[in-house]
């Protein structure tokens, strides 16, 4: 499986913008598509989940702003971002998690305040 995030970019504080992450390849044994995000001096963080079984879960702080969504005929998995705040600065992965882990390559998303 490959993955293929897009979407990233510069947005004023208050703005939206929606990830996408595309696999190719069979994600018949997937059962959970997640984003983490790296801002610059930080650790990798887990950001949002969605299951196979279509459940979402969120890290706190962007409860209420990101939805994780998915479209199975398209294989892809979206991240609408509202209400983006400076802190949510960094480089958003997609990862794809079934008998193994799969990683995007990365997208950047800059808050400017």
């Known amino acids: 499986v490959q993955l293929q995030a897009s979407g990233g970019g510069l947005v004023q504080a208050g703005g939206s913008l929606r990830l996408s992450c595309a696999a190719s390849?069979?994600?018949?044994?997937?059962?959970?598509r997640q984003w983490y995000r790296q801002a610059p001096g930080k650790q990798r963080e887990w950001v949002a989940t969605i299951s196979s079984a279509g459940i979402t879960d969120y890290v706190d702080s962007v409860k209420g702003r990101f939805t994780i969504s998915r479209d199975n005929a398209k294989n892809t998995v979206y991240l609408q971002m509202n209400s983006l705040k400076p802190e949510d600065t960094a480089v958003y992965y997609c990862?794809?998690?079934?008998?193994?882990?799969?990683w995007g390559q990365g997208t950047q998303v800059t808050v400017s305040s």
């Open positions: 390849g069979s994600t018949f044994s997937i059962n959970a």
């Open positions: 990862k794809f998690v079934g008998r193994y882990v799969y």
